[in-house]
């Protein structure tokens, strides 16, 4: 199939081969993988306590199990219990609410009061040991923490599932991207 611009013909067959030469030389000047784990094959998550003041009763084990299926599902890294390459281990230290601002949503209530919505902050803490048995200089200890603010007119049961979920993903990808990515 012949293309004809402008009194230009390309032939399409010149035109494939032009643009996998490019996207050869573009693969070779930039890796996409990025990740800082070469010789790694193993890692071993450690179940992480709640040991904070405040406990949510499920906390422990979702992010215990959501950190262990990070990692297993985008490395390509095997789950070990015995002499792994990689030891990844912590705790919860805190789990806490507090009272953060008023909106500036305001209502005017039946009696003619003005009623403002309070906003609550959840914040979460977790201390990570990171141990790499082939690269040691690699390793840390760190305390990661996020936060989620949300309207105090939430449920318990509503904080849990959605505001809970939203902080631990995000020190999950802190943790991620500092013992995986490269940059």
């Known amino acids: 199939m012949n293309v004809k611009i402008k009194n230009i ?5 010149k035109l494939t081969w032009v643009l996998f030469i490019f996207l050869g030389v573009l693969n070779s000047c930039y890796s996409f993988t990025g990740s800082s784990l070469t010789d790694e094959k193993t890692v071993k998550i450690s179940e992480f306590p709640n ?6 009763p499920t906390l422990s084990q979702q992010f215990s199990t959501d950190i262990q299926n990070r990692f297993l599902q985008r490395t390509t890294l095997k789950g070990t219990k015995e002499n792994p390459d990689i030891l990844i281990e ?12 008023i909106s500036s949503n305001t209502q005017t209530n039946p009696s003619g009061g003005v009623v403002q919505e ?3 902050k959840l914040t979460i803490t977790v201390k990570v040991h ?14 990661y923490s996020d936060e989620a603010v949300f309207n105090s007119s939430l449920s318990q ?8 979920k ?10 991620f991207n ?5 940059w």
């Not at 040991?51 to 949510?56: D, E, G, I, K």
């Not at 912590?90 to 601002?101: K, R």
């Not at 500092?178 to 490269?182: E, F, Q, R």
Request: charged fraction near 20%; glycine fraction near 4%.
């Open 9 to 13: 013909t390309i032939r399409q067959p």
């Open 166 to 175: 939203i902080v631990t993903d995000r020190i999950i990808n802190k943790i």
């Open 157 to 164: 049961s509503e904080i849990e599932a959605s505001q809970v």
């Open 90 to 101: 912590g705790e919860i230290t805190g789990y806490t609410f507090s009272p953060t601002t």
């Open 130 to 143: 990171y141990e790499n048995k082939l690269h040691p200089d690699s390793s840390f200890d760190r305390t």
């Open 118 to 120: 309070a906003q609550n």
């Open 178 to 182: 500092d013992i995986v990515a490269n």
């Open 51 to 56: 040991n904070a003041s405040l406990v949510n």
